[in-house]
């Protein structure tokens, strides 16, 4: 009897995690294959959907330090180049999406290395903080910035 209980136990909590509208269709929300990293928080972002484009591209900073574009390793060095033949084909906008725990100097030597791109438009990707309810959708979020340059 005790092992019947904890089945029912197990399908009641299972069936509650499912969605409640069983014979709806999925909705078609477009995720962006990339590496994972933990946000920074801000209060002030702007939605900013286009960073979940298939054609977007995005640098990421993991916490400790490592650079990818889009989900290939990469280096500093090898970024400006890497960027430019991205960009000739694709959208004139990066996004960069580092971890915040990254290494600020490495955030820097992106946007040096964006810089020597000729690369002027970016955004800087960021999250909420906790106005979202668990489990549900939210469109990447992030500052536009525009470099210029000081002389």
Same mark, same amino acid.
Request: net charge positive.
């Given at each position: 009897m005790k092992h019947i209980l904890e089945v029912c136990l197990v399908a009641l909590t299972l069936a509650s995690l499912t969605p409640s509208a069983v014979g709806q +269709?999925?909705?078609e929300v477009p995720l962006q294959r990339g590496i994972s990293v933990d946000l920074? %928080?801000?209060h002030s972002a702007v +939605?900013?959907?286009e960073a979940d484009k298939e054609e977007a591209i995005?640098? %990421?900073v993991t916490g400790n330090g490592d650079i990818f574009l889009g989900t290939d390793r990469t280096? %500093? +060095?090898a970024l400006p180049k890497r960027i430019k033949s991205t960009l000739s084909r694709s959208a004139e906008v990066l996004?960069?999406?580092a971890d915040a725990r990254a290494p600020y100097s490495t955030v %820097? &030597?992106?946007l040096d290395s964006l810089n020597a791109a000729g690369l002027r438009k970016f955004a800087l990707l960021t999250t909420q903080g906790g106005s979202e309810k668990p489990r549900t959708f939210v469109s990447p979020r992030g500052l536009e910035m525009q470099?210029? &340059?000081v002389q």
């Open positions: +269709a999925p909705a920074p %928080v801000t +939605a900013i959907p995005v640098v %990421v280096g %500093v +060095a996004f960069i999406k %820097v &030597s992106i470099m210029t &340059s």
